[in-house]
């Protein structure tokens, strides 16, 4: 994964995610100072939203307590859109997106975004669930 400056003071971090062939996938870290960015469900919706119609039906989402922390992740696939914030050429077919939440951490909530190809990020799924599964509250 290669660090990118973050394209907006909303990002924490950004990371370039090549696939090998050519595409390449996007990891974003989000914190916002002082506890704000929204609840976990507000964010579920949010991104599943920017996949577009259809694919809240075969979004997955899963709530896990792991080392103190409560962890909301979901994953959908669809045409990503991620709207006109993000400088992107416009709606993306065939992506797949992982969101995940982290909440109950001393200084507030983490929010964690994957998207790319469908093929990349069904690829980097148990990579982000062993990260999930490493997280910490110390």
Request: aromatic residues 8%.
């Amino acid at each position: 994964w290669v660090s990118e400056q973050p394209a907006s003071s909303m990002r924490f971090g950004q990371y370039k995610v090549p696939d090998g062939g050519g595409e390449s996938g996007e990891f974003v870290i989000f914190y916002f100072d002082g506890g704000s960015g929204g609840d976990a469900d507000a964010n579920v919706a949010r991104w599943i939203r920017q996949m577009g119609p259809g694919a809240a039906e075969n979004a997955t989402m899963a709530r896990q307590n792991i080392n103190g922390l409560q962890i909301t992740s979901v994953h959908a696939e669809g045409t990503y859109d991620p709207g006109m914030m993000s400088g992107s050429s416009g709606p993306q077919p065939n992506f797949g997106l992982v969101g995940v939440v982290i909440e109950g951490g001393p200084e507030g909530s983490v929010f964690l975004r994957l998207t790319g190809p469908q093929s990349l990020v069904r690829k980097l799924l148990p990579e982000i669930e062993r990260l999930m599964g490493s997280l910490s509250s110390s």
